[in-house]
């Protein structure tokens, strides 16, 4: 599948999807080790290899577990670069475009900038290691999830964005942390049971920058608060569109940037172009049913077969870090949000929020 648009843009997203950005200690007969280091965890091969051709770096095969709470993990890759002379050029390339996780990948930056790693040296002063471990501290803090004031989440001068840049980084996060499928479901009508097909298009995350980012620079789609066992808060942050003529723009510019759910999106796409509503509870006819059924069944395919739709926290952290799979920290700029379950903001061009 041949990736089109801004590169790093999209590469940026991905990182705010599925990525890590961390500061490895490790134990040592002289002195502990501090050196950085980028993750990510996909089942994508394709978009491993994509970051590997990009930034070198080595890949692995994370094979697929049941965890003692039953949670199950699908079999996925695992590709990674560290120390400073892989590390500072990748997060160099992809920090300009980042949303949620910038202000950390700025500060490993700084820390591979301001920190010279020399083999044969001898011990570390004492200084040199206190600085370091507050360095390595302050990364740690990064993943801490604060409490969240509970004001409504305020949107503010939102544009209809074309760019490629844009659209490249939602593509990124879409194909990491977001979604693309066909609800199917029954309604009784006159006594006869006549099903209903709903598109939905959904971004799920803990952090909601990248959500923020996304509503302040399209038109349309509805904004939530979804209680989430997961998430160390307890809830999280989703963005979905079930309008048809909003997901149709939507996909139309966003499809020719993915590279993981570009089949499924794609499928979803031609349900809503092909597709008329049944209105006023009007019973659809065999063929009718059997079109809507076909989509449907495709589209189930793609998802369980062609996309797996992970996000950070169901992914195990590889050995050499625990820290970038948790909960992202809050944006200090991004705004705040109403957390009342279940709460939803429609975001239709009109309306004021």
């Not at 020719?256 to 759910?261: E, H, I, N, R, S």
Request: hydrophobic residues 35%.
């Amino acid at each position: 599948m041949e990736y089109k648009g801004n590169k790093l843009a999209y590469m940026a997203g991905v990182l705010d999807g599925d990525g890590s950005f961390s500061l490895i200690k490790r134990s040592s007969e002289r002195s502990p080790l501090y050196f950085p280091m980028v993750q990510l965890a996909n089942v994508s091969a394709s978009l491993i290899e994509l970051f590997r051709k990009e930034f070198g770096g080595s890949v692995r095969i994370r094979k697929p577990y049941v965890a003692a709470d039953g949670h199950a993990r699908q079999q996925s890759i695992g590709w990674k670069v560290e120390k400073k002379n892989q590390c500072a050029p990748t997060i160099d390339s992809v920090v300009p475009y980042l949303q949620i996780k910038k202000e950390r990948a700025e500060y490993l930056l700084d820390f591979c900038n301001n920190h010279e790693f020399k083999r044969g040296c001898g011990p570390l002063s004492i200084d040199t290691l206190f600085d370091r471990e507050k360095s390595y501290l302050k990364m740690r803090k990064f993943n801490d999830f604060p409490c969240i004031n509970g004001e409504l989440f305020t949107i503010s001068k939102r544009i209809d964005n074309e760019s490629e840049e844009f659209w490249s980084y939602v593509a990124g996060i879409m194909d990491t942390d977001g979604s693309f499928s066909l609800k199917r479901e029954n309604r009784t009508t006159g006594g006869s049971k006549s099903p209903v097909f709903t598109s939905s298009i959904l971004l799920t995350q803990t952090d909601c920058r990248a959500i923020y980012y996304l509503v302040n620079n399209f038109f349309g789609g509805n904004l939530m608060t979804v209680k989430s066992k997961s998430s160390l808060n307890g809830f999280c942050y989703r963005f979905s569109i079930t309008s048809k003529k909003i997901a149709v723009k939507f996909l139309q510019r966003v499809i020719p940037y993915l590279l993981v759910k570009k089949d499924v999106a794609q499928e979803l796409l031609n349900f809503c172009l092909t597709v008329e509503n049944v209105k006023g509870g009007k019973l659809m006819n065999e063929e009718q049913l059997l079109m809507r059924n076909n989509y449907y069944l495709n589209i189930c395919h793609l998802n369980k077969y062609g996309v797996y739709k992970s996000s950070l926290m169901d992914l195990k952290p590889l050995p050499d870090n625990a820290e970038g799979n948790k909960a992202q920290a809050e944006s200090k700029d991004s705004g705040s949000v109403n957390v009342a379950s279940g709460k939803t903001f429609s975001l239709e061009k009109d309306a004021v929020l």
